[in-house]
């Protein structure tokens, strides 16, 4: 069956490090994003791709990047981990734009 | 900009109580739209969608939801809530133009024995 994986699921770091999250899907969908999930601000969106080589900022993208060099995979990179990026990191996907999207699992990062 | 509005962050209710969890947005243009699901330590799960047709639809596990376009609403109702729907729910708008979802803060249903 078709998923989307999310690596690590749990992540404890220190500030100033870099760290990259992990998402791969196998739906070979060609719409991929990237949410937080915070206590009272519920998901919010980082960064979005609509396929290889094509990244888009989300509405809280400052201190994170990502990439797109295949259709299944967009990573998730914290340049320089602050503790304000503590939160829940939600990998999704979607075949069509605006439509369904299948979320991974999750990673719980917390930043030291 | 597009936004939505869950009216309830936190609802308690007892089990076989009916369940009504409130969902605006505003945005001018067609739209599709979403409930999701998200089970204590769990990823987000979808329990139903609209895109057209009959504005009510119905749901995984007995949830069903109404488009009342005019009142830009997608409310989620239950007749009879159980212990097993504790969670937290999340209503999301989408659209062909903007191409991303935009969701609500996210509802916290907690249903008691």
């Known amino acids: 069956d078709a998923e989307i994986t999310q690596s690590p699921r749990h992540k404890i770091t220190e500030t100033g490090r870099q760290v990259t999250l992990a998402c791969h899907q196998t739906?070979?969908?060609?719409?991929m994003f990237w949410y937080r999930q915070d206590l009272g601000h519920g998901l919010r969106l980082i960064h979005y791709?609509?396929?290889?080589?094509?990244?888009n900022k989300g509405e809280v993208s400052d201190g994170y990047s990502v990439s797109r060099s295949n259709t299944e995979d967009l990573p998730l990179t914290l340049e320089s981990a602050a503790s304000s990026q503590t939160s829940v990191y939600f990998c999704?996907?979607?075949?069509?734009?605006?439509?369904?999207?299948?979320f991974g699992p999750g990673t719980r990062l917390t930043v030291l | 900009a597009q936004s939505v509005s869950q009216h309830n962050h936190h609802v308690i209710l007892s089990e076989a109580a009916s369940l009504e969890l409130g969902c605006n947005y505003s945005?001018?243009?067609?739209?599709?739209l979403f409930w999701y699901v998200q089970y204590p330590g769990q990823h987000l799960q979808l329990l139903l969608k609209?895109?057209?047709?009959?504005?009510l639809v119905k749901g995984i596990k007995g949830f069903e939801a109404e488009f009342i376009k005019s009142k830009f609403s997608f409310n989620l109702r239950k007749p009879s809530v159980q212990w097993s729907d504790t969670a937290e729910y999340f209503c999301?708008?989408?659209?062909?133009?903007?191409?991303?979802?935009?969701f609500g803060q996210g509802t916290t249903l907690q249903v008691k024995p």
């Open positions: 999704a996907s979607s075949e069509l734009t605006g439509h369904t999207q299948y």
């Open positions: 739906w070979n969908h060609n719409n």
């Open positions: 791709s609509y396929g290889v080589q094509d990244t």
């Open positions: 945005y001018g243009g067609t739209v599709n």
């Open positions: 609209y895109f057209s047709g009959d504005p």
């Open positions: 999301a708008v989408g659209s062909s133009n903007t191409g991303k979802l935009i």
